[in-house]
């Protein structure tokens, strides 16, 4: 296991996608309040630069005695690939719908620093 | 250079990139003067929409690119983005530009829709093909006025950086194989172009015909994903009013449409090809057999199937789909493919064809011009 | 030999508009005239649009025409022709010509004279074999009319669907312009039956191909399932489903093998294009193959010979597709296709669920046990978080920041400040 420091915390602005570079490797990082999500910015799908596409919340949808309802996530970003807008999970990297899985990363915080571990694949 | 691993390694042909210009001013300044006093007076500017009004689908939030294909400033196609994020980024040996689909000759005026079909051909010669060796483009016509397109296919036509007649507009309102549009394909074909219509842009631009049947759908994913609809009405048309008979040599490339609806599509057609001959007797031959002699596909958008083996099941119950793809990536629009993904997504012996061999056979490429690459 | 077979698609007409014009009321049949009050038969009106494309050499099988009765009009040689002493038990009546009702202009008529076509099938053909079966056309103009004509025909038991028909608004079937006739099937557990030639009719808004309008009928007929893709996708993806989760689509007169292509890139497309319709929210081919069945005339024929083969290929591709088909004869057109042919096509494993089962399951037979409409909310509701819930057609703000009135403006090379106006040009 290697653990890669990207920087302060306070280098990360909240809710934004910051761009690295650890070990060769685009990786986005993104403070979301008090949590930070690290994701490799590579598309499952075409391999397109993951991390550069549009930054929301997730969308599910589900029935109630009204009709389906439509919530959206406060709690749960996802990143919009800038290629053919697929949608992954910042936390699990999962697709919308099963099938595909961007890589992440788990993240620590320790001295104020932003620690990056990379596992073996 | 993308981080995937290919299985195809050879030369890529893409034949379906777009490119726009900064600012309309390139074009207008390549009008007549008449035809920019109307611009400019009736646009109040010299950044005055050459649009007309047609069917709105607006993509999030305004942006129909790949998000990193968009320049700094928001304007055009960048050629430097271009050629770093495709062109070297991949064993490109020529793409083939069209436009941004070419949708600005679908104008009220049919005169001023030749002035800017004859501007936009210039703008496209002038300013892209001399920018790089692996540049080569389709022209834009006034479909409207056939034999005013005919000679337009004639006075840039024999340049040796054009590729193919682009049908940006179908400006009868009638499938594309109504004689009306008869000279068009008699020019092409003495040019040895191919013509080549994207999937549903000149009706949705244009809307002299639907660009779906059925009624007008309420949401961008529904006209998206039916965008092979009218071309499947024009290949129809071809077979049945004849036109591949009255043109042996002519050819069509379908761009943009996807591929999945092949199989279908010429079962059925075939499947009435005694009524088609009973109708119009110069149906000689079946459906299937004047569309595997006379037109290709572009692979764009390719299909994803859960199983990568369904789709090319469906591909091989139809058979020699292999001979009919060309592969394209719609380079900078956002659903644009990445030439490796396609590639192994495919059987590995159809992909010499499907990334050259068969652009080749379909796209004019002169000899001169394919020794310089 | 096959078991039991439910015809799913048989068609049935009249000899004389009369038959159903007799049954309007006083009023009515004053308006449509009567016919011999003028010279040479004239002097009433014709309450059919005319049908622009015509197949060259007729439009029905010759063996089903008789000297006194145009094909499809004669329940006695329907019945003979159909059941004969054939395997098939049961048959839907669909229509012919008729589906064009819906969608001619003076609405009042077309509602008048579809309840008059639901009293005529129920009195001159239900009544004639009990075999046979009805679907309620729906005068779907006027949707609200289109509801209350299902409640009032569709509570006889032996009316076994809804028929859209003609598309009376112009609009993919989706549209929320159509829901209540949805809401009123789905209330009487009847299937709504889209049936191909409802976008063909002189009368009909909309086109029946994209494109522009075919020259000839080979080209029309050929391309007859374009419309129906727009309309199955159409309700998927505007949430019919959603909103009326029981309800059940029968897709009647394209074959089958359009279904890969089309899910094929519908639900790729939908990945990244649900944010424009997030109600959408699985694939839409799961909808699909919960809430649609297809009949399986014409089937389709690859001009190969092992083209038989080459379809089920095909549609194995997609997977399934033998849990979606029912078997359809179309009886009397000219593609007719009959049992044992269609038994020879399909795979042996196939034909108890193709030509039986599945059309037992999803018709309201008289026999079947009734499927009280859900009520949205009846499915399992997913544990989640919600902030701000929103009603399909709604939507919701997703996005990484507020989203605050956006006007703005922005400096020029030359010093000026403009306003923003999205980018034309």
Redesign the interface.
Known sequence: MTVVDVGPVDDFPD??MKLVEANGVEIGVCRWGSEIFALRS?CP?????LC????????????????????????E?VI????????FSLRSGT???P?YRARTYPVDVAGGRVLIQLRRA | MSTLRSAYQGPIIDIDVHQRWRTVDELIDRLPQRWRDYVLARGGGPRAALMPAGLSYPFQRGVNKRLEAVPEDGLGTDFELMRSQHLDAYPIELVNLSFDIGHEVTQRNPVFSAAIARAMNDWVIETWLPRDTRIRTTIVVPSELPDEAAREIHRVGAHPGVTAVLFSWNAFGKPLGHPVYDPIYRAAEELALPIAIHGAAGETEGNMAHAVAGGIPNSRLEWHTLLQQPTLTHVASFVAHGTFEKFPRLKVLLLETGLAWVPNFLWRLDAHYRILRAESDWVRRLPSEYFRQHCKLSTQPFELTPRKSQLIELFEAFGGMDDLLCFSSDYPHWDADNPFFVANRLPRDWLPKVFRENARQMLRLTETEAAAV | MVGPVIDACVHHHWNSQLEVTDRMSEGWREHLGVPGSLPGGAGAMPILPAAPYRHPSGDYLASAERDDHPAGTDPALTVSQVFGDGPVRRAILSHDRGMFIPSVPNTYRASAVAAAMNDWTTERWLEADDRFFGLVVVPNQTSDDGAAEIRRAGARERMVGVLMAANGLGKPFGHPAYHPIYAAAAELDLPVVLHAGGDVGADTLTHPTAGGLPATFGEISALAYSPMMTHVQSLIVQGVFEKYPSLRVFVSGVGAAWIPGLFFRLDVNWRGLRREVPWVRRPPSEYFREHVRVATWPFDRPAESDGAERVVRALDAFGGTEDLLCFASGYPHWNTDTVADIADRLPDSWHRKVFHDNARDWFRWPDRERVRPSAPGSEGVEDVEAVGGVEVGAMPVTGERDIPPAQRFYPTEDGREIEWVPAAD
């Open positions: 809710r934004t590579q799908h075409q391999a397109a630069p550069h596409g549009f930054l929301q919340t997730a969308l599910s949808s589900r029935f109630t005695p009204d009709g389906v309802e439509v919530d959206a996530h406060a709690e970003p919009l690939c800038p290629w053919h807008r697929w949608e697709s919308f719908w099938g």
